[in-house]
């Protein structure tokens, strides 16, 4: 009578290309949703390592994203719906509290998409944009793209102005 084959557990402080979770193939330089609790958007991440620690576990190393309202400066009127901002924030968590992959396109790529009309992936994981990058230590945004600003009246009155924000992907302005 053969014996149970036994499960095999990674040999400890070994890096890895890949890891499986759930038949869903996860690979260096993916994007990733990781879990948070209930009622709070997951973080958003990009794989920069992938390890086992001395006990075995598997981990990852990501650089974070964040959205717009997440950082100090806080959501402006010319973020997207869907904006996200690449940062210099690091982080290490178990590869258990992986969500799903993502996509994070490039403000190019999102503007392509949209003038062809092609607003989801197949697959249809989620999806991003990003143009920007933010210092999280000194709070401070660094913007690659905004094409346009304006000043521009809102009533006939010369000292009533609203500044409004041009964006390459939207026709209308985005005034405050």
Not at 85 to 106: E, L, P, Q, R, W
Not at 129 to 154: A, N, Q
Request: aromatic content about 10%; overall charge positive; hydrophobic content about 30%.
């Amino acid at each position: 009578m053969a014996s149970p084959a036994k499960s095999v557990d990674p040999p400890p402080n070994t890096v890895y290309k890949t890891f499986i979770l759930v038949g869903e193939r996860f690979t260096l330089g993916d994007t990733i949703l990781v879990k948070q609790d209930k009622g709070v958007k997951d973080f958003v991440g990009k794989i920069e390592k992938i390890y086992t620690d001395k006990q075995g576990e598997v981990n990852l190393d990501v650089s974070w994203y964040y959205r717009p309202e997440e950082t100090k400066i806080g959501k402006q009127p010319y973020h997207a719906m869907n904006e996200l901002m690449a940062s210099n924030h690091k982080g290490t968590f178990h590869v258990g509290c992986v969500n799903s992959k993502c996509i994070i396109h490039s403000l190019e790529k999102y503007e392509e998409l949209n003038m062809s009309g092609q607003t989801k992936q197949p697959g249809g994981l989620p999806e991003f944009m990003t143009r920007s990058f933010y210092d999280y230590k000194k709070g401070k945004l660094r913007v690659s793209s905004i094409k346009v600003m304006t000043l521009v009246p809102l009533t006939t009155h010369t000292h009533n102005f609203s500044l409004c924000f041009f964006l390459s992907f939207s026709p209308q302005p985005i005034c405050v």
